[in-house]
């Protein structure tokens, strides 16, 4: 049986991964304490080692938690609903770019984020993120490869290196919004790579109003 203290226990939890999504994507990992993500929550430090036994423990749970949020939302997003694969796929890439608005912080990837800074000193932060990543990736291929069955099936390119490619670009595009604080250069590049991926799959390369999806 569940108490009210197991459930204030487990809210602590999810609020202090909750805080490591926002943290870390704003500062980086590096400069991010534990003191900061029990500030951003105001839990104890007591309560934060219950959970955690340190910052990289918890950063590869708020790995976790990240995959897992972000998973659920494209899987319940509108385009996956759409009856033709290769509208589903660019349903997706106008779902991203929709996406990019707000703060930098607030639309950039937790996993892009902590693997440019993390790759050669925390590799079991760099091998989760390469999961989560590449996971993201299979889940889009599927699309990608049906889309091409279904549109282009002579085509000589591979549906997953496709998928990856959406994920390269996107990831080129949240570096290049930090780079100028500010999402319109991220825009134009989620515009370029729909345009690619519509015109392998012989649709409509015009890019989607921005906050809207094309159907």
Request: net charge neutral; charged share 25%; with cysteine.
């Amino acid at each position: 049986m569940k108490t009210d203290i197991d459930s204030d226990t487990s809210d602590a939890r999810s609020r202090l991964l909750d805080a490591a999504l926002h943290v870390i994507r704003s500062k980086g990992y590096s400069a991010t304490s534990v003191d900061d993500i029990c500030a951003a929550t105001g839990v104890t430090k007591g309560s934060f080692f219950h959970h955690f036994r340190s910052k990289e423990e918890m950063t590869l749970a708020a790995i976790a938690h990240w995959n897992d949020s972000t998973g659920a939302f494209f899987a319940g997003a509108p385009h996956q609903q759409l009856d033709d694969p290769r509208d589903r796929v660019l349903g997706y890439i106008d779902l991203r770019k929709s996406l990019l608005r707000g703060d930098v912080p607030d639309y950039t990837c937790l996993l892009g984020t902590l693997v440019q800074e993390t790759f050669h000193t925390h590799p079991r932060l760099r091998e989760a993120c390469n999961d989560g990543i590449t996971r993201h990736a299979r889940t889009v291929g599927r699309d990608i490869a049906a889309a091409k069955a279904l549109h282009a099936p002579d085509a000589g390119w591979d549906p997953q290196a496709l998928a990856l490619f959406t994920q390269a670009a996107l990831q080129g595009a949240f570096v290049l919004a930090k780079a100028r604080d500010g999402a319109t250069v991220a825009r134009q590049c989620v515009d370029h790579l729909r345009q690619h991926v519509a015109n392998l799959l012989g649709a409509d390369a015009r890019p989607a109003p921005s906050g809207k999806t094309r159907r």
